[in-house]
């Protein structure tokens, strides 16, 4: 990594949740597993992330080789990252960079540690500006770990790393920025999942693109879903709402 990075140590030991004082290793990661599958699925509500990450990171102590826990640990990570801005953005998306790598080496073949590694690249690169990070190699990190998400397994989390690699070749500048790659690939995501962020991104696309028509089609339809009945209601609200925003501005 070149000086651009800001290096955030992952600390200490953590103040042990109340629920898992006195567990024993084994208790302590099955339990902070079963509550964050259920803090995931409500992680724009109340504490649940903060919570989700304070019982992760004492199972990450008492088990540090835990692939889920790691990747579990990404993930929400991640999510902070999405809700910040500036250099806060930077220091969750490090975090959560630096637990999708320690995924990746205690399961190399699995999809969660690369997949989550590009979502983190791409929230590091965010935070950072895209042209600063596109110059200081963060794309090329980006693309390979999105590839071998997608090699392993495209279909994870509604078609995410296709998602994501699309998502990629729409927001890179000009003359890298690459529409029919990123049309390409969001409409196989789509074929996955008419999930709120598949239709945004595709929707975003088109718009980009000058299609109108196509994108006002994939924006109602992301607007008319209802989180209750989706796979993640966190992700839909969000993306519903980014979507019913678009249909103002057209």
Not at 15 to 33: C, F, N, S, W, Y
Not at 180 to 207: H, I, M, P, Q, W
Not at 227 to 239: H, I, M, V, Y
Request: hydrophobic share 35%; aromatic share 8%.
């Amino acid at each position: 990594m070149t000086g651009l990075f800001l290096l955030f140590s992952l600390g200490g030991a953590p103040e042990m949740p109340h629920a898992l004082v006195g567990a024993t290793p084994e208790e302590q990661t099955i339990m902070a597993l079963k509550g964050a599958r259920k803090q995931w699925l409500n992680r724009d509500w109340g504490t649940n992330t903060d919570d989700a990450i304070a019982a992760l990171e004492a199972a990450r102590t008492a088990d540090p080789e835990n692939h889920k826990v790691r990747y579990n640990l990404a993930r929400f990570y991640y999510w902070k990252a999405i809700g910040s801005t500036g250099d806060t953005k930077g220091e969750w998306a490090q975090k959560s960079w630096d637990e999708a790598k320690e995924a990746k080496r205690i399961r190399p073949g699995a999809v969660e540690g690369w997949y989550w590694a590009a979502a983190a690249i791409g929230q590091y690169s965010n935070a950072m500006g895209i042209g600063t990070a596109v110059k200081d190699g963060l794309g090329d990190k980006f693309k390979t770990n999105a590839q071998k998400a997608i090699d392993i397994n495209a279909t994870h989390d509604e078609g995410g790393p296709l998602r994501a690699l699309g998502r990629f070749h729409s927001q890179l500048p000009w003359p890298l920025q690459d529409l029919e790659a990123s049309r390409s690939l969001l409409t196989k995501a789509t074929g996955v999942s008419r999930s709120g962020v598949n239709l945004y991104f595709l929707g975003d696309t088109e718009l980009m693109d000058d299609n109108t028509d196509e994108a006002r089609a994939l924006f109602t339809e992301c607007a008319a879903l209802d989180p209750a009945e989706s796979k993640d209601p966190p992700g839909t609200r969000r993306n519903k709402k980014r979507c019913e925003d678009a249909l103002t501005k057209l």
